[in-house]
């Protein structure tokens, strides 16, 4: 159990182009999902905190208006990367926690921007 | 300084070798602590979940706790060049939302 997808797992896109990425919790309902970025050999960043129904909160320099943080559902959340340039490709990943203090991460999307 | 601390490595074992991987804090609320394993390339993989201080053994891999230290523990036996990866230690105090992570430690062990 405790499974956690991202789609999509790649995703190349041209400079000024917006791109989402879904993070679904699959056998289990998240009251709170995270979204971080990580740069090559270095740790995760946490970029905003997302509870279902209300707005996200955004760490200290994340651009709120850039990264577009929907919680829709219990089982859902999406982040979009607006009008994406080449410093914002990354590797960014999202994770769940259900009603307990473990949190499970999604295997990641790659993104590149041209 | 860091909330917590790990030593980013790298580290390179033979196979078989006994591996212990460690991070220290500083905050003393922190109540839960887990380690997480990340290949390349993948998102983060919960291995450990412990509350307090304490052992906690699931097959070859051990997490220890001791909140005196303020000193968090992974021992991997037996390792094989499959637990080649980084690991990742993180820390949650009961009120707060979000994890705080150590570096991570890459380790490599070798066939």
């Known amino acids: 159990g405790a499974v956690v997808s991202q789609h999509p797992s790649r995703v190349i896109c041209k400079s000024g182009t917006s791109v989402k990425i879904e993070c679904r919790s699959l056998d289990f309902q998240a009251t709170t999902m995270f979204w971080y970025r990580q740069f090559p050999k270095q740790s995760l960043m946490l970029m905003a905190t997302?509870?279902?129904?209300?707005?996200?909160?955004?760490e200290q320099g994340v651009e709120k208006d850039k990264f577009l943080i929907n919680h829709a559902s219990l089982t859902l959340s999406t982040l979009t990367v607006t009008s994406a340039h080449p410093e914002d490709s990354s590797f960014y990943i999202c994770?769940?926690?259900?009603?307990?203090?473990?949190?499970?991460f999604g295997p990641g999307t790659r993104l590149t921007v041209l | 300084q860091k909330e917590v601390e790990q030593d980013p490595g790298p580290l390179s074992v033979p196979e078989g070798a006994i591996v212990s991987l460690n991070c220290t804090y500083s905050n003393s609320a922190f109540q839960y602590f887990m380690w997480y394993r990340q290949y390349s390339r993948k998102g983060p993989e919960l291995l450990m979940y412990?509350?307090?201080?304490g052992n906690k053994e699931d097959g070859r891999f051990t997490a220890q706790v001791d909140k005196s230290s303020k000193y968090i523990s992974l021992f991997i036996r037996d390792s094989q060049p499959s637990d080649s990866a980084t690991y990742l230690c993180a820390s949650l105090s009961g009120s707060a939302r979000q994890l705080t992570f150590g570096s991570g430690t890459q380790l490599t062990v070798l066939p």
């Open positions: 412990t509350y307090s201080s």
């Open positions: 994770s769940a926690r259900p009603d307990r203090n473990e949190q499970f």
């Open positions: 997302s509870n279902e129904g209300s707005k996200a909160t955004y």
